[in-house]
Nanobody, 123 residues
């Protein structure tokens, strides 16, 4: 089993919402920054949001104001609430334990990955 397991993906219409979950197994999430990445077909994987151990957050401009990341430490889970979804949000979504969370957040800071969950935004 992957140490991180994403769930909550699926098919949603434009303007709709989904909540993704990232659950940890074998380690405690509250000791790590946790990031969300996505990879669209034919595109590189990109980091677009993360949350620090102190609860501070980062969002890329492409999702700012529409996505919200949060931690549920007692349940060892990080959530990503996605609202006002657009077709261009269609991608495989991954969470990762990261060594840094801030405006330079990216692939090079991810250390432990989940297996991904597919989000499709289409009418």
């Amino acid at each position: 089993q992957f140490p991180l397991v994403e769930s909550g993906g699926g098919l949603v219409q434009p303007g709709g919402s989904l909540r993704l979950s990232c659950a940890a197994f074998g380690f405690t999430l509250d000791k790590y920054a946790i990031g969300w990445f996505r990879q669209a077909p034919g595109e590189e994987r990109e980091g677009f949001s993360c949350i620090r151990t102190d609860g501070g957050t980062y969002y890329a401009d492409s999702v700012k104001g529409r996505f919200t990341i949060s931690r549920d430490n007692p349940n060892n889970t990080v959530y990503l609430q996605m609202d006002s979804l657009k077709p261009e949000d269609t991608a495989d979504y991954y969470c990762a334990a990261a060594t840094f969370c801030g405006s330079r957040f990216g692939l090079n800071y991810a250390e432990v990955w989940g297996q991904g969950t597919l989000v499709t935004v289409s009418s």
